[in-house]
């Protein structure tokens, strides 16, 4: 409360009470260095007459330190959640290239001519099917390799018997002529 340029009443410290005095009007105001919103009002005797006025100050003070709170929290949650993210993305990409190394693992070893080789279906969804695909494929070229194998000694036999038996009609024609 305020009354002939001094301050009767108050709740901040004695010395902003001379920075409350020449302070006038609504709006913010720095008093003992630290910030306020200031909203003044006349006070009226009964015959109208201006006694005095009422300044009324809130700080900003505890405004700031809930924002900085909150903004501690938004920084914490966001660390958190990137983490997360980050942790999220490593666990589903390393669960669906487990796989994938297997198949890449499984398909060197037949180039090299393993064809024994079979890979663990897991789970469901695209990747096992392509795993049973290969499976699949891997056990193809197994029987195929095998068919041209035994293809390739029957060749063999039948060049070996027509040699044998071309090598045993040149003296049995002349066995055969002789007689």
């Not at 390393?94 to 994938?100: D, M």
């Not at 000694?153 to 040699?163: D, E, F, H, N, Q």
Request: glycine share 10%.
């Amino acid at each position: 409360f305020v009354t002939n340029n001094q301050v009767v009443a108050s709740t901040l410290p004695p010395d902003v009470n001379g920075e409350v005095i020449a302070g006038d009007g609504n709006g913010r105001r720095e008093l003992g260095g630290a910030e306020y919103f200031s909203s003044t009002f006349p006070l009226m005797d009964l015959a109208g007459r201006e006694v005095g006025k009422l300044v009324i100050l809130r700080s900003f003070e505890a405004a700031r330190e809930r924002i900085e709170v909150v903004r501690l929290r938004l920084v914490a949650f966001w660390i958190g959640a990137v983490v997360f993210g980050l942790s999220g993305t490593y666990l589903l990409t390393r669960q669906l290239l487990h796989p994938l190394q297997q198949l890449d693992t499984a398909a060197a070893e037949i180039s090299r001519g393993n064809y024994q080789v079979q890979v663990p279906v897991e789970g469901g969804g695209e990747i096992a099917r392509l795993t049973e695909s290969f499976n699949t494929m891997s056990r193809s070229l197994k029987k195929a390799r095998e068919d041209v194998i035994r293809q390739e000694r029957l060749t063999t036999i039948g060049r070996l018997s027509t040699s044998i038996i071309h090598d045993l009609r040149n003296p049995l024609a002349a066995i055969y002529g002789g007689s």
